[in-house]
C-alpha cells in the first residue's frame, strides 16, 4: 500500500511503523475526525488465506468489545480491494486501532533500564487489562513483551489480541492445523500440551513477563521451541534473586506462585495476583502452601528472627518458672567466668549452687566439664570408626557392591503419530523430546517416521528421544484434482502436497467457469520435486469465436459445438444472388474475436432470389379498318398497317 492509499474513503495510509507475523501496521490519519491512528493491514501474501482471515477478523471482534485505558481501542474495521493479476482483486481486511505513542516493554528489556519497581507497576498494568478481558470472557493467549506498549506518561497498553479466543471455546488450544499458536518462551504448561486455555494461562504468561522484566531474560531458554515448551512442562524455573541480587524474596515468593505448573496452584485471577505484587512492595512473602488461599506473610531478617525467637524463648521460661517451684532463679552469666559475690565471711551468697558442687573450686569445676566433653567427643568418634568399619567389613565380605540401581523407563512407540502427540507422549514418559525431519515416501508428511532410541529401548529418565518427522515423498505426482478449483484452494492443495504456488495465467475456455484453474504447469500426472513452484492456469470465462463465413450451415454448426467452443447460433436467411445458397455470409462476432460463454451467434445465410412472376399478355382486339381518306391533294394516305405503294420514277 502506498502513503497515498485512503481506506473507506476516510483513513489516508502513512508510513509502515510495525511488522508482525501476520500483518503490518502504519501509521494512519482519520480524515474525517483529523486525529492519528494505526491501522493494522493483513499481508497481502496472507490474505488469500481464509485461516488468516478469521484469525484477523477475530481480533477485531475481540477487541472491540474491550473499552478499558489499558487496551488499545478498535474504532474500525473494512476490506481494502488490491488487484492481483488482470482481472482479479484480493479483499485485504484493515483495523483501525488508536495510535499509541512510546515504546513497547521488548524495547524496554534490550535497553536494560527497567528496575524492580518500573517492572512491578508496569505488570500490575497488564493485569488491569487482563482483569477486564477476563471479565469480558477473552482469553488474550500471547502476552509477551512486544505486545505491552509504555507511553512516554508511563501508561500501560496491552494490544495484539489477534489470537484471542473466548473462554467458552473448547478448542482454544495451542495447536492448529500443527501449528504454534503463541510465543514459546511464555507459554503456559496447558498451552504446551495442547490442552484447553484459561484466564489463569494468561497469569502464567504474566508471571513469565514479570520474570523477564526483573531479570532481562525469560525463565526457561533452549535451542528450539520445542525444548522450551518441555521447560514449561517439566523443569522449574531458576530463582529470578539468583539472577539479579536486587530481587527481594518478596518478588520471589510472588514468581514461584504465578509459575505453578498445575494452573490450581497458581493464582486464580488477576486482581489476587496483583494484590501479591502490591504486598511484595511492602516485602511480604506469600505463604509457601500451593493449595492454601492467597496470603501474606511478614519477611523477617535473620538478625530480627532470631532475635524474636530469643525473647520468645525468655518469656516461655518465665512462664515455666512461674509454674514449676523447682526451678531457681539466676543471674544471667557474662561471657568470662563470674565469681559469685563473698560476703564479709567468706562464704557466698549461695545463687549459683546449682553450677558449681558444694566447697568445689570454680576453676576444678571447668576442668572436670572439659575432661567430661573431651570423652564424649572420643566415646562418638570411635563409634562412627566402628560403623564405618562395619561397612566396608559387610561390602568385602559380599564381594563387589553393587551399582547403583538407575531409574530408566521405556521409549513410547511413536511411529505414525503427529509430531505434537509424539511430543506429549514423550514429556508424559519423562523424557526429553527433540526432532528432525526428513522426506519418506511411505510416511504421510508430518507423521512420525521414528525415534532414536528406537520404541521400546530401556533408557534413564530425563534422557533425549529424537523423533523424526516425515515431510512426505520427495517427489509429488501433481493430482488432476486441481483443474475446477479456485485460486486459492488450488494454492491450499499444493500446499498440503509440500508444493508453492506459481504464476498465473489466463486462457479462453468454454467448460471452465471465469477464474477457475483449467490446468497446470507442469501438468497433472507429471511427478516434481517437493518444495518446488507449479503455475496455474486460470479460465478467463471467455471464448473466441471461429471463422464461419463461407461455410455451410452445417460447417458452420460443427465448429460452434466444438468442446472448446460451445456456443449456441441462430440462422437468418437474405437473398444474395451472388452467393450460393446456404452459404455463411455473415456472423455476429468477428472471427477470432473473445465473446463471454454462452453468448449466441447469428448466421446470416445467403438464400436464392425468388423467380419474377410473369405478367399475363392480354388479348389483341380486332381494330375497324380506318376508311381511306384523302389528302387535300387528292391521294389516299396510308392506314396504319398498309404498306407502302411504290411509284413509279420519273424515269419510269
Known sequence: MTAERVLNGRYEVREL??????????????????????????????????????????????????????IVAVYDTGEEE????????????????????????RDHVKAGDLT???????????????????????????????????????AVK??????????????????????????????SPEQARGETVDARSDLYSAGCLLFELLTGRPPFIGDSPVSVAYQHVREEPPLASSLDPAVTP???????????????HRFQDAASFRRALIDARRGIVLADAPDLPTEAMDVL????????????????????????????????????????????????DGRLDVLQGAGEPVERQDRRKSSRAAWLTVFF????????????????????PPAQEVATVVVPDLAGMTETDATNMIVDAGLVPSSDEEYNASVEAGKVIGSDPSAGASVERESRVNMTVSLGPANVVLPDSLAGLTESSARDQLEVLGLRGGGITEETSAEVAEGRVITTNPQAGQSVPVGS???????????????????????????????AVQLPFSVREVENSVVAPGIVTAQSAPARSEVDQGTEIVLTVAAAPAEPTPEPTPEPTPEPTPEPSETSNGRPTEGPDDQPTSEPDEDG
Open 533 to 563: 513452484s507449479v503455475d496455474l492456469v486460470l479460465s478467463n470465462g471467455r471464448v473466441t469465436v471461429p471463422l464461419l463465413t463461407d461455410l455451410t450451415v452445417a460447417q458452420a454448426e460443427a465448429l460452434l459445438a466444438d468442446p
Open 116 to 154: 524492580p519497581e518500573d517492572s512491578v507497576t508496569y505488570l500490575q498494568g497488564v493485569l488491569d487489562a487482563l482483569e477486564y478481558s477476563h471479565k469480558a470472557g477473552i482469553v488474550h493467549r500471547d502476552i509477551k513483551p512486544a505486545n505491552v506498549m509504555i507511553t512516554p506518561d508511563g
Open 82 to 105: 488490491i488487484p492481483d493479476r488482470p482481472q482479479h482483486e484480493v479483499r485485504v481486511p484493515f483495523i483501525v486501532m488508536e495510535y499509541v505513542e512510546g515504546r513497547t516493554l
Open 17 to 70: 511503523i510495525g511488522r508482525g507475523g501476520m500483518a503490518d501496521v502504519h501509521l494512519g490519519r482519520d480524515l474525517r475526525l483529523g486525529r492519528s491512528v494505526a491501522i493494522k493491514v493483513l499481508r497481502q501474501d496472507l490474505a488469500r488465506d481464509p485461516l488468516f482471515q478469521s484469525r484477523f477478523r477475530r481480533e477485531a471482534q475481540a477487541v472491540a468489545g474491550l473499552n478499558n485505558p489499558t
Open 250 to 264: 518478596a518478588l520471589d515468593s510472588v514468581l514461584a506462585r504465578a509459575l505453578q505448573k498445575d494452573r490450581d
Open 158 to 187: 496491552v494490544m495484539d489480541f489477534g489470537i484471542a479466543r473466548a473462554m467458552a471455546d473448547s478448542q482454544a488450544t495451542m495447536t492448529q492445523t500443527q501449528a504454534v499458536l503463541g510465543t514459546a518462551q511464555y507459554l
Open 301 to 348: 531478617a535473620p538478625r530480627t528472627r532470631a532475635r524474636a525467637e530469643a525473647i520468645g524463648a525468655a518469656a516461655s521460661g518465665a512462664t515455666a518458672a512461674s509454674m514449676d517451684p523447682r526451678t531457681r532463679a539466676m543471674d544471667r552469666v557474662a561471657a568470662g567466668h563470674v565469681r559469685p559475690e563473698l560476703h564479709d565471711d567468706g562464704t557466698d
Open 381 to 400: 568418634v570411635a563409634v562412627l570408626l566402628v560403623l564405618a568399619g562395619g561397612y566396608v567389613l559387610l561390602n568385602n565380605v559380599a564381594g563387589d
